[in-house]
């Protein structure tokens, strides 16, 4: 079946540097989507890339779909973007099912 | 916006008992819901699939007599965990898909004393 793995699994960074989420993936994604997950286990859809580059505030992704990756780019990191950050994906054929990856927990320090 | 609602947010339930969990979409028509289990360990389990005018797919390990699910409309799905046990505890989650992007409820989170 399909695999997603995401690296680092986890990342330790003081407020304001920069963070950046590897997400590879294991056939070509026809879906791909960056969430955010709070403590409290809410599940944020942060950005829909199933291919190129795309922005939405300080987030940037970018995904390759030939080599089968996707980034995101975290700029400027705050505190309050502490969390877990998954990517998830579906294959060709994967019939509106999403794989998701294991999670990079990221941690803002003050 | 979309938005999908989801309750409870958190229910206990006694080893053996049964709950219903209920989702829905608001803002835009779903066409496709789906169930995800989240363990303890973080990792996403798919439960089932129920998609606009066909029947709901249960994945392996999944079955519809210990997880029935109910999806009547565009908007709207519930599912009820049927005699729950230790292992069936962790958080739900259920996606429903717009033209393109999934949006996920904030979860249900069981907890099976």
């Known amino acids: 079946g399909q695999q997603v793995q995401q690296s680092p699994a986890s990342l330790v960074l003081q407020e304001g540097e920069n963070a950046e989420l590897q997400c590879n993936f294991s056939?070509?994604?026809?879906?791909l989507q960056w969430f955010y997950q709070r403590p409290g286990g809410s599940l944020v859809s942060l950005l829909y890339n199933p291919s190129g580059t795309k922005h939405t505030g300080r987030l940037t992704s970018t995904t390759v779909t030939k080599e089968r990756r996707s980034s995101l780019h975290i700029s400027s990191s705050q505190i309050t973007d502490s969390g877990t950050y998954f990517c998830?994906?579906?294959?060709?054929?994967?019939?509106?099912?999403?794989?998701f990856g294991k999670g990079t927990q990221l941690i803002i320090q003050p | 916006g979309a938005l999908v609602y989801q309750y409870p947010r958190r229910t206990i339930c006694k080893s053996g008992t049964s709950m219903r969990m209920e989702c829905q979409a608001v803002?835009?028509?779903?066409?496709?819901v789906a169930w995800y289990r989240q363990s303890p360990q973080k990792t996403f389990e798919l439960i089932a699939l129920s998609t606009v005018n066909s029947a709901i797919k249960y994945e392996q390990n999944f079955t519809q007599e210990k997880f029935p699910i109910s999806h009547p409309n565009l908007s709207f799905s519930s599912m009820t965990v049927l005699n729950a046990y230790l292992e069936d505890r962790g958080l739900y989650l259920c996606?429903?898909?717009?033209?393109?992007?999934?949006?996920f409820g904030k979860g249900t989170r069981l907890t099976v004393v």
């Open positions: 996606g429903a898909r717009g033209l393109t992007e999934v949006f």
């Open positions: 803002g835009f028509q779903a066409t496709s």
């Open positions: 056939s070509t994604a026809t879906q």
């Open positions: 998830a994906m579906e294959g060709a054929g994967g019939a509106d099912r999403l794989t």
